[in-house]
């Protein structure tokens, strides 16, 4: 954790009193996100804002930003990915709540308890990763460069190794 940001919050006290939480965190903080990361390398800015909007509803907004080392899952080599996450939560106390907001928020459930600041940003970041990180096609050194309007013959569409069959060749 960055000094600026705090370990624990209680979401529905900071939207009472407005309150806007910027800083950075270090993805190694990130348990769950531990796993997917070729390398901890990489940075994460978090610029969040508690408040209540104009229909009553204490709110959580902002953005983070996110600079990771992946694995590309064609070619298996790291990749840096940026990722840009806007955040659009509504505080509510109960599944009710929850069901009666509109399209313009996703809810937060949030009870007595203080949260860890990390817990809520690193939910936030893995709704935004992709489910299969991969490079660029022309820049993974694992594409193989199939031609999807390639003309194949008739007999070796019957086959469905006849594309294998065709790189073996090349």
Do not use: W
């Amino acid at each position: 954790m960055s000094p600026g940001l705090p370990t624990l919050i209680d979401p529905l006290a900071l939207a009472e009193r407005g309150v806007r939480l910027s800083g950075a965190l270090k993805p190694e903080a990130l348990e769950r996100l531990g796993p997917l990361l070729a390398s901890t390398r990489g940075s994460l800015a978090v610029d969040l804002e508690f408040g209540i909007d104009a229909g009553g509803h204490r709110v959580l907004t902002g953005n983070v930003v996110a600079e990771l080392r992946l694995e590309c899952q064609r070619c298996l080599a790291p990749m840096d990915l940026r990722v840009e996450h806007e955040v659009r939560l509504a505080l509510v106390g109960s599944l009710d709540e929850a069901e009666r907001l509109s399209a313009d928020y996703e809810p937060l459930l949030c009870g007595e308890e203080p949260r860890k600041l990390a817990d809520l940003v690193e939910d936030e970041l893995l709704l935004a990763l992709p489910q299969v990180p991969r490079h660029a096609e022309e820049a993974c050194a694992n594409s193989v460069g199939l031609d999807s309007g390639a003309a194949v013959d008739e007999d070796q569409a019957a086959s469905p190794f006849a594309v294998l069959a065709r790189l073996k060749r090349e």
